[in-house]
């Protein structure tokens, strides 16, 4: 029918959004607040990573995730990669890390801003959508980059990249079986001591009874009597 658009599959890769629109930095309210350049430690790590990055190289990598013509202009990638190198580097959820990142002056710096927000730039959600619509695979190059910058400034060098040594080595963990137990054992000496602390007279402690109880269940387990516990 005449004035139906009918999606090809070539539109449906698109539909996701637009191309994001290059953030401007200079806008008649930035002339009134002061500016990163003047309030932050230029030689701070992060500033001097923010400069050391190639940004550009996003843009051209991720280009063909956005439609150039359909759906509303999404979020700028500067800001979008900048924010995951921060989430990986500071071991921050997505919620967390929008937190932290309205905090960080910083933070905002390395991501573009050029003067404090007192807002977050998108929704946590926004980080998940992006992720799974770039694809693990084109998200190698936030490591490719930062591989990259590692061997300009010398940090290593192409030999030692020849080969990767991983160590799967097992790491224990804090925790002892029977797990359910030793907790509430642990439980009943903690609560006994703090009554002590306050003067509070128990009619009966069951510490004994419950240490008791513990050394059983650990026999039980061990025998694999799991009805008896």
């Given at each position: ?167 799967t080595t097992v ?34 402690t069951y510490t ?14 061990h025998a694999k ?5």
């Open positions: 029918m005449q004035g139906i658009l009918v999606p090809t599959p070539k539109t449906l890769q698109f539909e996701s959004g637009m191309k994001p629109k290059q953030r401007s930095q200079v806008s008649q309210l930035n002339l009134f607040q002061s500016h990163f350049d003047q309030l932050l430690n230029l030689n701070h790590p992060l500033c001097l990573l923010a400069r050391k990055i190639d940004w550009h190289r996003f843009d051209l990598a991720f280009a063909d995730c956005y439609s150039p013509e359909m759906g509303a202009p999404g979020k700028d990638i500067r800001l979008l990669v900048g924010l995951h190198y921060l989430k990986h580097t500071f071991n921050e959820s997505d919620e967390s890390l929008l937190d932290r990142w309205v905090e960080n002056p910083y933070w905002q710096y390395f991501c573009g801003f050029s003067t404090m927000q007192h807002q977050v730039p998108l929704h946590a959600t926004s980080l998940v959508k992006w992720r799974q619509r770039v694809g693990a695979e084109k998200l190698l190059a936030l490591l490719t980059e930062t591989v990259a910058i590692a061997v300009k400034d010398k940090q290593i060098s192409k030999k030692e990249l020849a080969q990767v040594n991983v160590d790491q224990e963990k804090n925790i002892t079986h029977p797990t359910d137990s030793k907790l509430y054992l642990k439980a009943i000496n903690k609560l006994t001591t703090a009554a002590k602390n306050r003067g509070i007279k128990l009619r009966q004994r009874v419950a240490k008791a109880a513990a050394c059983m269940v650990g026999r039980y387990a009597q799991f009805r008896r516990m």
